[in-house]
Nanobody, 123 residues
């Protein structure tokens, strides 16, 4: 089973930026991604990337503000978050999808989850 470790979360003012990182013990899945969960809400897909080819997919709420990327040599995935808004407040999770497609950002897609990193956006 893959071991996923997120880092880079923290507190930032609205309009600011954060860069999340996810270090994976192995990097051989079909798709990697970021999901998030705000208090009282269900988990939702934020962004995903095919490990081969690098095609990316984003939730409408973050398009144009967030960028997902990967460094396969380092077995690390990133999420650059710009123009952060209070509604981006959530625990952010690195996920691995072994066979499911990246498209759709389905909450039942991931097979493995990291422990999460908190992102707090202050007004």
């Amino acid at each position: 089973q893959v071991h996923l470790v997120e880092s880079g979360g923290g507190s930032v003012q609205a309009g600011g930026s954060l860069r999340l990182s996810c270090a994976a013990s192995t990097y051989a899945s079909n798709c990697m991604g970021w999901f998030r969960q705000a208090p009282g809400k269900e988990r939702e897909g934020v962004a995903t990337i095919y490990t081969d080819g690098g095609s990316t997919y984003y939730a409408d709420s973050v398009k144009g503000r967030f960028t997902i990327s990967q460094d396969k040599v380092k077995k690390t995935m990133y999420l650059q978050m710009d123009s952060l808004k209070p509604e981006d407040n959530a625990m952010y999770y690195c996920v691995e999808l072994l066979f499911s497609p990246c498209e759709g950002l389905r909450a039942d897609g991931p097979d493995d989850w990291g422990q999460g990193t908190q992102v707090t956006v202050a007004t």
